[in-house]
């Protein structure tokens, strides 16, 4: 009997040499990552190391200036690559929440879910409510983003991008624009997703979150990716000063 | 005859009063055409220009800058007299309600595209990312996320510019329509009397102040929502 040979998976997230220009400003200088299927990647950096707009090129909101990206094995920088199609997989939420106003929780959830998947009206809003009660806001279907605490619309804006199952889910700093005990709602639903095994991929500065579940803490710096290791380490041990100064910075608040 | 006689017989004369009522009720109607022609033409060509300029192909924004900057420019009495007087010498004859039809309706184009340009690009750009981060293409972001927010914002300027432009039917009776106004003028001339202007005064009021309190109204509905 052979022994059952492990099923070598090939990582999710593969981006390599990610370079960015705005003009005469490089803010990526060369950044590699490569997520794994189920794995929770921290990011972490001071303000304009660039690490939104690193996550912003992995679902090509911004087009990098070189590098190669590919998600779930699709190519994204390739000009054949129907872009949509592809971020359907890559789930985003961001700071500032960016509910449609003028829908209700529901409406902002299905509207994908017609327009992108096809879905009819009573199918996409089976799914729009499964997705709501995920994180645990069924009963607020109905409402909208201006009836709602920001801790609410930042899980509506969650449900909304896990509502199109992606493989992956890129998180923009999803708790700094709420008031801190709004900050609890969101980090349990995040912790939710992840244990349901969603792949993701996390800027944000709560660290108390990223010890308890982080796979890998990544520390980015002027456009560079400084260091990186499990969260004991990066926050324990820290190896470059900037990392120390960093840590110790946000540990102070 | 005292002056307060001659005062009432000018302007409020009875005899032509009634002899012009029916002409000056048939211009009520014609201008209430007219201004429904050109608040529809108008608003739905300054969208469709708006819809285009956030294509944001260059040569085609100069263009539509281009024209909206020049029909906001020109006096529309102009713009009518150049279509009605100026095009039959270059083989091509307008009646003159449809001379006075498509000037104001360029004109109102012009001020709504503007309008909605700036309510286009009012709305946030999270709201453009946000829906291009779940798949949906440039168009569907544009009519189901970003538009909707955009004409809601733009409803009391533009209710205020479409009041405005629908006063300036009354420039077509400069071209031989018989609008309110041009059927008071015929009046005039007729029957040697100023009445039919009174008429037609009281007809614009009939017709213009409900729209004007409609206009007040949406402004404060819509003013403190969001
Ligand atoms: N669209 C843009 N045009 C020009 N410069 C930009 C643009 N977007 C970002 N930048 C610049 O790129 C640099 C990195 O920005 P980025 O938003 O990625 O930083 P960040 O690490 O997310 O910072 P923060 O913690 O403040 O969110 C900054 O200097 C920023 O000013
Ligand atoms: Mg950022």
Redesign the interface.
């Known amino acids: 009997m052979t022994a059952a040979t492990p099923i070598v998976q090939a990582p999710i997230v593969q981006a390599r040499g990610i370079h960015k220009h705005f003009g005469a400003l490089h803010v990526l200088k060369g950044v590699d990552l490569v997520v794994a299927e189920r794995e929770l990647v921290f990011v972490i950096g001071p303000s304009g190391s660039g690490k939104s707009t690193l996550l912003r090129c992995l679902?090509r909101?911004e087009d990098p200036s070189g590098g190669s990206i590919t998600v779930d094995g699709i190519d994204m920088l390739d000009r054949g690559t129907d872009i949509?199609?592809a971020?359907?997989r890559?789930?985003?939420v961001?700071q500032?929440f960016?509910?449609?106003?003028?829908m209700t929780a529901l409406g902002n959830v299905a509207?994908?879910l017609r327009?992108?998947l096809g879905l009819d009206r009573p199918a996409a809003e089976a799914r729009a409510r499964a997705a709501l009660e995920r994180v645990h806001l069924a009963d607020r279907a109905g409402h909208y983003p201006?009836q709602l605490s920001g801790g609410q619309q930042q899980r509506v804006?969650i449900a909304?991008?896990i509502a199109?199952e992606p493989r992956v889910m890129l998180f923009d700093e999803p708790t700094s624009a709420l008031d801190p005990e709004l900050v609890g709602g969101v980090l349990a639903a995040m912790r939710e997703l992840r244990e349901s095994g969603m792949t993701m991929v996390v800027v944000s500065h709560e660290m108390g979150f990223a010890k308890a579940a982080a796979d890998r803490v990544i520390f980015m710096d002027d456009g560079r990716i400084l260091e990186q290791g499990p969260p004991a380490a990066i926050f324990g041990n820290p190896q470059h000063e900037r990392t120390r100064a960093f840590i110790g910075q946000i540990e102070r608040h | 005859m005292t002056n307060w006689d001659r005062f009432l017989d000018s302007f409020f004369n009875l005899r032509v009063a009634a002899e012009y009522l029916p002409k000056i009720i048939e211009g009520f109607w014609l201008t209430i055409l007219l201004a429904g022609c050109i608040i529809l033409a108008g608003i739905a060509a300054g969208l469709a220009l708006a819809v285009v300029r956030s294509f944001a192909i260059r040569p085609l924004n100069w263009l539509i800058i281009f024209l909206v900057d020049l029909f906001r420019a020109l006096p529309p009495l102009v713009i009518i007299a150049l279509l009605y007087f100026g095009l039959p010498a270059a083989g091509l004859s307008l009646s003159g309600f449809a001379a006075a039809w498509l000037s104001l309706s360029l004109v109102l184009m012009a001020f709504t595209e503007e309008i909605f340009w700036a309510g286009i690009t009012a709305v946030p750009k999270g709201q453009w990312e946000a829906a291009r981060s779940t798949g949906l293409r440039f168009f569907q972001t544009l009519t189901l996320v970003v538009l909707p927010q955009a004409l809601r914002m733009t409803i009391p300027p533009l209710t205020n510019r479409t009041i405005a432009i629908t006063k300036g039917t009354a420039l077509a009776s400069v071209v031989a329509v018989p609008d309110i106004l041009g059927a008071a003028q015929a009046g005039v001339s007729f029957s040697f009397n100023p009445t039919p202007l009174t008429l037609g005064a009281i007809a614009y009021v009939v017709l213009f102040f409900p729209v004007v309190i409609l206009g007040r109204w949406v402004e404060t509905r819509f003013a403190w929502k969001r």
Request: hydrophobic residues 45%.
């Open positions: 679902n909101l949509n199609k971020r359907q890559i789930g985003m961001f500032s960016n509910l449609y106003p003028h509207l994908a327009k992108v201006g804006a909304r991008a199109l």
